[in-house]
């Protein structure tokens, strides 16, 4: 891909492309999703502003997802549509499914990975910063500031390190402190799993950071210049996007998007490995 104006403003925008097969692709299962949600809201009986929110809701999670899917396993496009089939289920399934976590969450994993081929922009490491710390309060998810502080530590140790990125995970992991100090919580959110739900997903992270741990190299090249990714950061942005997933176990309806995109992945892995690996006799 050259050099796209995007570029100019953001390093970890990737534009839609309608000439490639995949983008062609998402452009038309966008408006499908939006219509599935319109569809979903007009049933519910719900008012024609509620329909039309719930329809832009539905065409960002099918973005949302296909993207942090193209991210999370970033050498097969394919599987990225099996999660996004898989998320718009699992968000018929919930009553509010979390999506400016699924995009918070997208921005930390491309900052490590540098799948855009650039290094992240201050403004970009601030607008990401300002998502971390609302989300921690709109949906008092205190250690998301965590998983985000080990995003920014990453950009900042791996290869070509950025150091002023340690700057914006001490902010986030000063947010996590100051919510538990002002909400005076301790570590009672984080606890076992309750449900099957919980269970289930804990399978898929296991499954997926396997994954991860096993990945040696990878063949994507940055968008902006060609150049091979490292597969420490990609393994990095793995890892940020596993324990997103994870901080919120406790809460499906947040985190129900992302596990759903991870159970994609592993769906995926299964479907090739079931025609690549030939039946015995």
């Keep these: 891909m050259s050099y796209h104006r995007i570029y100019r403003y953001t390093s970890i925008g990737r534009p839609l492309v309608p000439g490639l097969p995949a983008h062609k692709a998402l452009l038309v299962l966008m408006p499908l999703g939006a219509l599935v949600g319109a569809v979903y809201a007009w049933m519910d009986d719900q008012a024609v502003m509620q329909i039309l929110r719930q329809a832009l809701f539905y065409l960002l999670i099918v973005y949302g997802s296909w993207a942090l899917a193209r991210e999370l396993d970033i050498d097969d496009p394919t599987v990225a549509f099996i999660s996004l089939v898989v998320c718009v289920l699992a968000a ?158 406790s809460r499906p309806d947040q985190v129900v998007i992302i596990v759903a995109v991870i159970a994609g992945i592993c769906f995926g892995m299964a479907f090739r490995k079931g025609f690549k690996v030939p039946a015995p006799g």
């Design 92 to 249: 018929l399934a919930v009553d509010s499914p979390g999506v400016l976590i699924v995009f918070t969450t997208l921005g930390l994993v491309r900052i490590v990975n540098r799948s855009s081929g650039l290094v992240a922009r201050k403004s970009d490491s601030t607008i990401l910063l300002i998502f971390v710390l609302l989300l921690i309060y709109a949906t008092d998810s205190p250690f998301y500031g965590v998983v985000a502080g080990m995003a920014f530590f990453l950009d900042g140790v791996l290869k070509e390190p950025l150091r002023r990125q340690w700057v914006f995970g001490m902010v986030c992991i000063g947010g996590t402190v100051v919510y538990m100090v002002d909400h005076d919580t301790g570590f009672s959110q984080v606890a076992a799993p309750d449900s099957l739900f919980g269970w289930l997903a804990i399978l898929f992270l296991l499954i997926f950071a396997l994954n991860a741990m096993l990945l040696k190299s990878v063949q994507s090249r940055g968008d902006s210049n060609g150049k091979l990714l490292d597969a420490a950061r990609v393994r990095g942005g793995m890892a940020v996007g596993l324990f997103a997933a994870l901080q919120g176990i």
